[in-house]
């Protein structure tokens, strides 16, 4: 990809396309992890003499165009602490003519942030108008959103076609991490899957078993293999129609696949409710699995010694509950506890779940884009990548 080192902006107004998607709740961001991300590459652009940094992302999913729940504003004391200096909020429409003359005037030096792009009709078609747009308000254009970059939208791909343009430090840093995962990884190499379905992690499974030594599973997709092999499940989150595709990965791949002999069982869905620890392959009926038992985090922990490239992407029980986190914690800390070992942790829930540890600064890479992040695990090109080639 073409870098920054590429890319002259000495004296010129760069429009940055940033991925400041971030939980809100109350009006206050509450996991910083995307914003600090992209610290690196609006200092190096102020570091190379840009003139003005004017950042772009979405946030939420808006239907009918600005809502005042989706706005960006609350990102701006976040960014502004961040980055040490005054962040310009520009309230209106992102690709509005007002807009437009805010950042034409702005003071050199200055760093603003747009409404959400989202709010401006055609930006997830991939509008050329839209785009067009989208390109006045800088003189070059660099993507440092990896959250976003499988997404062919006009502030992604789009606007790449109009203006000079680069990949960001981060989505170069995302990039190559991933990269390493697929292109002659370091042996022993473990991958940990959970999350909920098996339907959503179905083409990375795919994907990276041919390649791995051991892949554990876990979380709410376990279920789904344990019900192939005969296993009795009783309420617990599955997938019918994945039966026959479990049947044949374990089939195929049954000396690499791991899954849980032991589970947390809960007599409901909630945190206060009562548990039972029982084997997964024999939930009482009316019961549902809700984290690894002890035996199963014992016996995934002894997977991973040794192991010198690890990915893990997805907790293995509802980590959101602190009942049945234990799993998930235990996940993280073998993970942080590898030595020499090259360790990525893939986006989305996983990085919740490995911060809400304590375990963060104990891993190689943590991706700031859970979906683009499995896209390109996936083997696919994703859209942003290929317009910074």
Known sequence: ???????????????????????????????????????????????????????????GRPKNGPEDKYSLAPVTPVLQEALGQPVTFLPGLPDSDETLSAVQALPEGAVALLENVRFAAGEEKNDAGLSSRFARLGDAFVL????????????????????????????QTEVDALSRLLENPERPYVVIIGGAKVSDKLKVIENLLPKVDRMLIGGGMAYTFIKAQGGKIGNSIHEDDQLGLAERLLAEYGDKLMLPTDVVAADRFAEDAQTQVVAANAIPEGWEGLDAGPETRRAYADALRGAKTVFWNGPLGVFEFAAFAGGTNAIAEAVANLQGA????????????????????????????????????????????????
């Open 1 to 59: 990809m073409q870098n920054l080192n590429t890319l002259d902006v000495q004296g010129k107004r760069v429009l940055v396309r940033v991925d400041y998607n971030v939980p809100v709740k109350g009006g206050v961001v509450q996991d910083t992890t995307r914003v600090t991300a992209s610290l690196p590459t609006i200092r190096a652009l102020q570091a190379a003499g840009a003139r003005n940094i004017v950042l772009m992302s979405h946030f």
């Open 144 to 171: 440092d959103a990896f959250g976003s970059a499988h997404r062919a939208h006009s502030s992604v791909s789009g606007v790449a076609a109009e203006l000079p343009h680069a990949a960001g430090t981060l989505l």
């Open 342 to 389: 090259y360790t990525v942790i893939g986006g989305g829930d996983s990085v919740s779940a490995i911060n809400q540890s304590g375990q963060g600064d104990r891993v190689s890479h943590i991706s700031t884009g859970g979906g683009a992040s499995l896209e390109l695990l996936e083997g696919k090109k994703l859209p942003g990548v290929e317009a910074m080639r």
